[in-house]
């Protein structure tokens, strides 16, 4: 049986660092509207994908037609993220409105971060974005943006709140996901009491927290293992600098999709001589996707936004066209500008 937790226990006092008044227009700005097309930004991770499929749900529950997509050109989620509900609320870019009258984004950075959708959020009447990301200068037409939020799950689970909602296990489901997936399991410095306030109040629904951490962290196809190989023993150390690159040809022998080497990073940046890691994975189209991770004395968000790309101050990356050995200069380049010779 699925439990609930009701409106009025929710935290209200937890506003997070948005205006109250911010919180009452994208209100009044859904009321005004009979479908509310939602997104996420391209190859979708946890929080993106849940912090979507939460909102959707509540926004269905009110009377709210619902669409809601992400603008890879492969739309398909990603294995890892196939565990969510609400999945029947998605479809490709392609079925998508043109021009929403009011269009909901959810932990994108930027308008290119929304790829193929991009051009909807262009033409929408009324874009609300909802994000944690430093480096959103607020691209549409109303901003929920709070950089201390440690994910945009923290968001969207006030804006359900606002909006009279109520927490089921489908939606803590959902929410939970991109909790834990932004807070590296609890891990990051991000992780306040706030954050563990959030999660009581989601395993309270009675979602099962073992099955979620499984399909998350636990499980990967026999040809991951083999392309990690790979990429480790290319793995590069530079004074405090770790580094490798998995090139698509590698994915390509194990019939590895690129959403399965998103987590890579993760592993090359325990080295305990490294301060910062980069891991470099080429996409289907040949671009190389830049992944990078500081332990808090390097600024990355900055190094990476330099590059064109942004993200958090311990987490961020970014997208190179250049061959592996130009865009890693390119890299060591800028740390030098942040003051960190020695990665250098």
């Not at 770790?242 to 590895?256: I, K």
Request: include cysteine; charge should be negative; charged fraction near 25%.
């Amino acid at each position: 049986m699925t439990s609930h937790v009701a409106r009025a226990e929710w935290p209200s006092q937890e506003t997070l660092g948005i205006p109250k008044a911010a919180w009452e227009r994208a209100i009044q700005l859904i009321d005004q509207v009979d479908e509310v097309a939602l997104a996420c930004h391209v190859s979708p991770d946890g929080d993106a994908l849940g912090s979507m499929l939460a909102v959707g749900y509540v926004l269905r529950s009110i009377g709210k037609r619902v669409v809601a997509s992400f603008g890879d050109e492969y739309f398909a989620v990603p294995r890892i993220l196939r565990f969510l509900p609400g999945q029947e609320m998605l479809c490709p870019p392609a079925d998508y409105p043109e021009a929403p009258a009011l269009m909901i984004t959810f932990d994108s950075s930027t308008f290119e971060r929304l790829g193929l959708l991009s051009p909807n959020a262009a033409r929408a009447e009324e874009v609300i974005v909802i994000d944690h990301h430093p480096s959103n200068a607020g691209f549409g037409t109303h901003s929920l943006i709070d950089p201390q939020a440690a994910a945009t799950a923290m968001l969207a689970e006030q804006l359900i709140y606002r909006l009279g909602g109520s927490l089921d296990r489908d939606i803590a489901t959902c929410l939970y996901t991109g909790l834990v997936t932004d807070t590296g399991s609890f891990r990051y410095a991000s992780t306040t009491p706030a954050v563990h306030r959030m999660a009581s109040r989601l395993v309270a629904t009675g979602l099962h927290t073992d099955e979620i951490a499984r399909e998350l962290w636990d499980r990967a196809p026999f040809g991951y293992l083999k392309v990690l190989a790979r990429a480790l023993d290319r793995v590069q150390l530079e004074g405090s600098l770790v580094w490798t690159y998995v090139p698509r040809v590698d994915r390509a022998a194990y019939g590895l999709p690129y959403s399965e080497i998103e987590g890579m990073i993760d592993i090359v940046r325990r080295a305990d001589e490294a301060e910062v890691a980069v891991v470099l994975k080429e996409d289907d189209h040949g671009d190389w996707q830049v992944s990078t991770r500081s332990k808090g004395e390097v600024d990355v968000a900055a190094v990476c936004a330099a590059l064109g790309g942004g993200g958090h101050h311990n987490a961020a990356g970014f997208t190179s066209y250049d061959s592996v050995e130009e865009t890693m200069a390119k890299f060591r380049r800028e740390l030098g500008k942040a003051g960190w010779p020695r990665a250098v």
